[in-house]
Nanobody, 114 residues
C-alpha cells in the first residue's frame, strides 16, 4: 500500500510564496518519478513539475522560473512556489510513478488572492 500525504497549502497574496511537501510511504523502489499536478475549478488536471530519481526536472511553461521542484530522498518531494499569481489557484496533487503504477495524494488547496 502506497500513500502520499501533501502539506503546505493555504491562502497567499499575489506575489507571495508557498512551499508544498509530499511524503510517500509504503512499498516502492527508489527508481521512480515524483511530480506535482494541479486542478483548477472547471479545468483538467495538469502537470506542474516532475522530477526523476536522477533529479532531472520538467516544468510546465506557466511556472518556469517561479516554481522549483526538489527531492529530499526517494520518498519526499517538495515544490517551492514563488511569485504566485491568482491563476495558480488550484488543488495541488502529489504524484508517484513506480514501474508504471501511478499513485496520487489527496490534494492540498492553494489559493492566491488579495
Amino acid at each position: 500500500q502506497v500513500q502520499l500525504v501533501e502539506s503546505g497549502g493555504g491562502l497567499v497574496q499575489p506575489g507571495g510564496s508557498l512551499r508544498l511537501s509530499c511524503a510517500a510511504s509504503g512499498n516502492f523502489g527508489s527508481i521512480n518519478i515524483m511530480a506535482w499536478y494541479r486542478q483548477a475549478p472547471g479545468k483538467q488536471r495538469e502537470l506542474v513539475a516532475r522530477i526523476g530519481s536522477d533529479s532531472r526536472t520538467t516544468y510546465a511553461d506557466a511556472v518556469k522560473g517561479r516554481f522549483t521542484i526538489s527531492r529530499d530522498n526517494a520518498k519526499n518531494v517538495n515544490l517551492q512556489m514563488n511569485s504566485l499569481k491568482p491563476e495558480d489557484t488550484a488543488v495541488y496533487y502529489c504524484y508517484l510513478n513506480f514501474l508504471l503504477r501511478v499513485y496520487w495524494g489527496q490534494g492540498t488547496q492553494v489559493t492566491v488572492s488579495s
